[in-house]
């Protein structure tokens, strides 16, 4: 646990310097939030607008979570980078920055 943590905040603090890389993982944040949501969306369609609600409503409730199991997995998907980019953000905050006068 530990040395995992250690590996996340050196991977973080390499990436402060790096605007494009920060701005990568931006991308990939949002592209996996649009992702998460739109299946989302599908699923709520799929499950009012279908027969599938009535096959639903009658199936055991494992069967549900199975189904609906995809939205979980897009949902860890999202959160990972988007964690990494709102650490490698509040890292970024913490550097100095001199003023030149001249």
């Known amino acids: 646990m530990r040395g995992r943590k250690l590996a996340n905040l050196r991977k973080i603090h390499s990436l402060r310097w790096n ?3 920060i701005t990568r993982l931006i ?3 949002g592209a996996n939030y649009v992702l998460f949501v739109a299946f989302i969306v599908v699923f709520l369609v799929l499950i009012l607008f279908t027969p599938l609600h009535q096959a639903l409503k009658q199936a055991p409730f494992f069967v549900t979570i199975l189904l609906a199991m995809p939205i979980y997995i897009f949902e860890i998907l999202w959160l990972i980078p ?3 980019v709102r650490e490698a953000l509040k890292s ?3 550097i100095r920055r001199l003023r030149s006068d001249a």
């Open 82 to 84: 988007d964690t990494r």
């Open 19 to 21: 605007s494009l890389e």
């Open 92 to 94: 970024r905050r913490k």
């Open 27 to 29: 991308g990939k944040a």
